[in-house]
């Protein structure tokens, strides 16, 4: 079964554990890091790429400002995502503001990955 790979910030575990049990409910198999994802010394960019390309059927970005800050997240998880997206209109990518809202969602993401996760549910042009 393809799971929703839930991508996080580390600090917000105690708010994932919580998105990733009503997923549960409704559901949907989550994808975490620390819970069923990652083992111990998995946290190679290897075996991330791999979870989201062929484990998951979509990637929900947990958008903090910390998680912006994190390399890992913007370096290694969400271009996977992205490209998963560019390759298939089915992969699911949706970006979910904490701590900020859609505008700001919107300019970190243009700087930092250089597209716009504030329409990649709505529009797969602008990926």
């Given at each position: 079964?393809?799971?929703?790979?839930?991508?996080?910030?580390?600090?917000?575990?105690?708010?994932i554990r919580l998105l990733a049990k009503?997923?549960?409910l409704r559901g949907i198999v989550p994808w975490v890091?620390?819970?069923?994802?990652?083992?111990?010394?998995?946290?190679?960019p290897e075996v991330a790429r791999l979870?989201?390309?062929e484990e998951c059927f979509g990637l929900l970005?947990?958008?903090?400002?910390?998680?912006?800050?994190r390399p890992?997240?913007?370096?290694?998880?969400?271009?996977?995502a992205i490209h998963m997206r560019e390759k298939s209109p089915e992969f699911i990518l949706v970006a979910v503001p904490r701590g900020m809202?859609?505008?700001?969602?919107?300019?970190?993401?243009?700087?930092?990955?250089g597209i716009d996760?504030?329409?990649?549910?709505?529009?797969?042009?602008?990926?």
């Open positions: 079964m393809k799971k929703l790979f839930l991508c996080h910030y580390s600090g917000d575990i105690e708010e009503e997923l549960m890091d620390k819970n069923g994802g990652y083992f111990i010394g998995d946290s190679s979870a989201i390309r970005f947990y958008a903090t400002p910390k998680a912006f800050d890992f997240i913007t370096q290694v998880e969400l271009p996977e809202d859609f505008s700001e969602l919107s300019a970190k993401s243009v700087k930092t990955l996760l504030e329409h990649t549910t709505h529009n797969k042009s602008n990926l």
